[in-house]
Structure formats: structure tokens, C-alpha cells
């Protein structure tokens, strides 16, 4: 059965348990598929990137056939996306609102002048409901991946701290703010750094690097004494040219990155070995 979210986020759980591990979060408006029910919770299947775990079942607006029919095509067919880390849309139905967090698609989106006030709003629509939105928290087509526009993108995300699973304002994993980040840019990615790995072509050294790279890491065995073993993917990170790359690890920053990966300024010491570089085409 198909279901939606009409929810800021919903945490995706490993277990039917409100203490399990969060591995991830679904966004306002992304659909998935219910693949089985246990008790109050429902264990589902994200559309976006193909990520499995359980939901509260309370959370889960289930869709008839035509419903999902109808909104899969607006949505799949809109380049209309949440940019700010939060933003707030409010119902035509009701005029209640709701917190958006940035990679929220919008689907029917457009702007539109209201004549009584005189002011333009973004407006989508979301199973036959109208909302509108701050049409400046909004880019309506995927910007062009260069470094003047990834750093405005990337600008209002400093700071906001890790969470494992996260992929929000209040706290976003590695890979959760390189998904959020390149979706920004018409750019779909995988949920995980190891995923995330094995999408575009490989990039053979720094000196090729261009802004918008994915990077990925390993901990530096040397660093903390363990003999070298196969490479592990642990970390991925956003290159904004050779020597700087903006990733969250305990919070989103930009540090230096060299052959050797990434430079912590405050401890004075390597904190992630450099292993893969790869450009994700549109």
C-alpha cells in the first residue's frame, strides 16, 4: 500500500520500537511504500531512496491507488524545493501551518500574486489541499552546481549539530546533509556514505576537483594506532574547491582538506582520512 508523509519528519526506526535507532527521516510530502503492520507501527519502504525501517503507524496517511497516481506525477515533475533549513507553509483549508525543513518537494508549485494584499506567495498542493509558502524560501528549479551558488545554499546550514539519521534543522547525519544539500541542485542521492559511494564517476585526485565533489573518508588508522585494514567508507563530505570541504561531523563546518583528508584546526590533528572523491551528474 502506498502512504505519505504530512508530517515535518517522521523518524524511520531499525525496530518497532520507539527506542530503536533512528537510521533515518522521512519529509513533508515524500511518499513510500507500507510493507507490513505490527501492533502501532508499520514497517515501510521510502520511494526517495529505497531506505527500509518502521514508522509509527499514527504517523502514516495511506493513499488509494489514484491518490498516489495523481500526486506521484506532480511530485516526481516539480523542481520546486524547500532551500532554508526551516520555512512554514500554511493550509488554505484550515490556515494552520506546518514547519518545512530544507529538501522538501513541493508539487503544483508556483508563485502568485494576492490582489487584496498586493503581495506574491508560493503556493503547491498536496492530496487536493492548497498551501502557501514565503516564495523566497523556495527555488522553484535546480540551481546550477558552481562554488558562488553552493556556498549561498550551504550558508544558513553551518552550524546546525549532528544526529544520527537526521536529515533536518534540528540535527543531520553525514550523508543526511549531503542528500538535503544535493537535492538542492537537482542531484538525487542514496541515504548513506557507502551508498552515496558507488554514485557517479570516481574523481582521481584533489588537484580535479571541482565544487559540488562528494568526498568520502575513513578514520585515520595511523592516527589512532590501528594497523592498516581495508578501506571503510565512515564519512562523506561536500568539496567547495581543493582545499576546503563543508561536511557534519559533531556539526555542519567547513575545514580544510587536503591529500590527506580533513584537517581539524582545534585539535591540530587529522580527523577523517581522505579515500574517494566522485562528481554526481544530473
Known amino acids: 500500500m502506498k502512504a505519505i508523509s504530512l508530517y515535518s519528519v517522521i523518524p524511520v526506526r531499525a525496530e518497532a520500537s520507539e527506542g530503536a ?21 508499520n514497517r515501510v519502504k521510502l520511494h526517495l531512496d529505497g531506505q527500509e525501517g518502521w514508522v509509527d503507524a499514527k504517523m502514516v496517511t495511506k493513499m488509494s491507488p489514484a491518490e498516489y497516481k495523481s500526486y506521484h506525477e506532480a511530485y516526481i515533475g516539480s523542481s520546486a524545493i524547500v532551500a532554508m533549513p526551516m520555512a512554514y507553509a500554511v493550509s488554505e483549508n484550515n ?3 506546518i514547519p518545512l525543513t530544507a529538501g522538501t518537494r513541493l508539487a503544483k508549485y508556483q508563485v502568485t500574486k494576492d490582489e487584496v494584499q498586493k503581495i506574491f506567495f508560493g503556493r503547491f498542493e498536496v492530496l487536493g489541499v492548497g498551501f502557501r509558502i514565503d516564495p523566497g524560501m523556495v527555488i522553484a528549479e535546480s540551481l546550477d552546481l558552481n562554488e558562488q551558488n553552493l556556498l549561498q545554499a550551504v550558508r544558513f ?11 533536518n534543522a534540528m540535527g543531520m547525519d553525514c550523508s543526511g546533509f549531503t542528500q538535503v544539500v ?9 541515504r548513506n556514505a557507502s551508498e552515496q559511494a558507488t554514485q557517479g564517476r570516481k574523481i582521481s585526485d584533489l588537484k580535479h576537483v571541482k565544487a559540488g565533489d562528494l568526498v568520502f573518508f575513513d578514520k585515520p588508522h ?8 581495508e578501506v571503510h567508507i ?7 574547491d581543493s582545499e576546503r570541504v563543508i561536511h557534519c561531523s559533531g556539526r555542519v563546518k567547513v575545514e580544510k582538506l587536503d591529500f590527506n583528508g580533513i584537517f581539524n584546526a582545534e585539535t591540530g590533528s587529522y580527523s577523517h582520512h581522505l579515500v574517494a572523491i566522485r562528481r554526481v551528474e544530473r
Not at 27 to 41: A, C, P, Q
Not at 157 to 167: D, E, V
Not at 182 to 190: I, P
Open 182 to 190: 544535493m537535492s538542492l541542485f537537482g542531484k538525487e542521492l542514496k
Open 222 to 229: 595511523a592516527a589512532s594506532g590501528e594497523a592498516e585494514k
Open 234 to 240: 565512515s564519512h562523506v563530505g561536500i568539496a567547495i
Open 21 to 41: 535507532e533512528q537510521n533515518t527521516q522521512i519529509l513533508f510530502g515524500e511518499t513510500f511504500d507500507v510493507l507490513e503492520e505490527k501492533d502501532r507501527w
Open 157 to 167: 546550514f553551518l552550524n546546525i549539530p549532528y544526529l544520527w539519521g537526521g536529515k
Open 95 to 97: 490556515g494552520q501551518t
